[in-house]
């Protein structure tokens, strides 16, 4: 597709020498395959070492899905259940309460929830948890009683309360994390392991990984953080390489080509070249809108330093899936309506448009996540593709 290939190369290379975003890898594919994979800028802002397509980049909350994945396969082998009490798998999730508030000595005010959290809720992100960098009630409680950030990987960092209980709300947190532990237990190995041995070796995603091996640090792409004055500058950051839990919402390493195999096996219907991880029910499951009317898919900020107020389809209804939100209309000049996507802390964005048998990822390496930028040049990303599909 030559009108592609040269509309998406400029778009990207002439936003990367504007300054306005430090680099930038991206691919484009269908059920065959790519049908664009580039990559502009270096890996660290005034280093000499280029951006490539086979570039490593942290994806963040993109893990959500792959650990989705995982806990799937358990439920289609009848070893974990959706909508069975979870804390029968994770007994440590029997302990959590709800916050209902801090009391006028600033502690908080916890009581028991009125129902039990299941799978389905935690993929969902309806089960009541949140993050202390979007959630002012999370970001309180982890101050006042001292628990680890998300990012410490240590186990204590999973020990807030619920900010209602659960299947009342939708709130993006930590429940892919519980997920994750949920999938540890049942398959008696960590979470890693399990990825590499059920998901990872069968689709050949050959630079996926939460420890970084010598040949990803080799091509691992460096963090930036945008200042307060808009200008972008290196900003040194790892995941944890030696974690008490390896952070199942958020802590993979990977290539935009390895998440594309991903991404062509939720289009196969659980199926890549030949090989099958998913039934093709449980990928119809999985692409559901799995809660009604409630209020999703739109996440606000008490840290602008690490995130924006967030927003994917601004005035548009969301539902969402087993950890994918889901537009409901489609997007004008770009992907059809029951299209699936999130992103990364990192910016880093993929959707998967299932009608029309395409999906993308877009992925710089930049803080503040949802950068008006990045967010402006994915839009303008995703209208080329569909306006030069051949």
Known sequence: MPALHTVLDALLSNTVAAGTIPNVVAIVGNRAGAIYESAFGSRVLGEQAAMTPDSV?????????????????????????????????????????????????????????????????LLTHTAGFGYEFMNADIKRYVEVTATPSIMSCENAALTTPLLFDPGEAWEYGINIDWAGKMVERISGMPIG?????????????TSTSFKLSTDQRRRLVGMHARGPDGKVAPFPLEVQQEPEFEMSGGALYSTVHDYLRFMRMIMGEGSLDGVQVLRPETVAEMARNQIGDLHCGRTQTVAPEVTNAADFFPG??????????????????????????????????????LKNGICAVLATQLFPFFDTATIGLLGEFETAIYANLQ
């Not at 600033?106 to 389905?120: D, N, S, Y």
């Open 193 to 205: 392991r399990y990825f590499q041995e059920q998901l990872f070796s069968p689709l050949k995603m």
């Open 316 to 353: 548009a209804p969301q539902g969402w899936g087993l950890s994918f939100v889901i537009n409901k209309t489609a997007v004008p000049g770009g992907r059809a309506a029951g299209s699936l996507a999130w992103a990364g802390l990192s910016n880093a964005y993929y959707w998967i448009d």
């Open 57 to 121: 980049i942290w994806i963040a909350s993109m893990t959500k899905a792959v650990t989705a994945t995982a806990a799937m396969q358990l439920v289609e082998q009848g070893k974990l259940a959706l909508d069975a009490p979870a804390h029968t798998v994770v007994p440590e999730l029997a302990n959590t309460k709800v916050l209902e508030g801090f009391d006028t000595a600033g502690k908080p005010r916890l009581r028991a929830p009125r129902r039990p959290i299941t799978l389905r809720h």
